[in-house]
């Protein structure tokens, strides 16, 4: 299994937590379009969280490089539902006043294009599959949750992020100050194939390995 990100911070965390849990990953520092890695080797491409920041034209193209004939190109997303007046809507309608630019509010899962979009990069037997789950926080656990949204922790500035959550600890404590809070997810899956390539009887492909994400 390798790794890929283009941000060397993300895979220094990774690091840590392979080491507490024992695993042994390899990483590399590259951009999901292009990453290095050689192609046709690899079972398994998935990409949890982050198939919405990719060129994605050029990140299929690679995905489908980078499989085995028949091989499995995974996207998943767990995101948080907004309903009207639960903590997700309320804290999404802080990041406004300090990202004025945010256009992700109210993200309900994966698009329905992006099964069409595989499907012109030439992927096969695409399926997709989702179900509802409700996960405890505490209001620590919440704000850092929050932190890490696209229109907070990957868009603004140190100061703004640490005024957002300022903000944010007030209205838990107002507006939702039992713990845990209860706040339902979905989780969304769009699995592709990569086209089985019949090779001629005497040639025999190796093992291939895990691309854990990118």
Known sequence: MTGVDIAPEMLSEARHADAAGGLEVAYRVAPAEETGLPGNAWDVVCAGQRWHWFDRQRAAAEARRLLVSGGSLAICYRDYVVTPGNVCA?????????????????????????????????????????????????????????????????????????????NLARQLSERFPQEPIMVPHGISTLIARREIVRLPRNVHRSGGFDLGQF
């Open 90 to 166: 309320a804290s999404e309608e802080l990041v406004p006043a300090h990202n004025p630019s945010w256009a992700m509010a109210g993200w309900t899962g994966m698009p329905a294009t992006w099964a069409a979009e595989l499907g012109s990069a030439g992927f096969t037997n695409i399926k997709t599959f989702g179900f509802g789950i409700t996960v405890p926080f505490t209001h620590e656990a919440w704000r850092g949750r929050m932190r890490t949204c696209n229109g907070v922790g990957a868009s603004l500035p140190e100061a703004e992020v640490a005024a957002f959550d300022a």
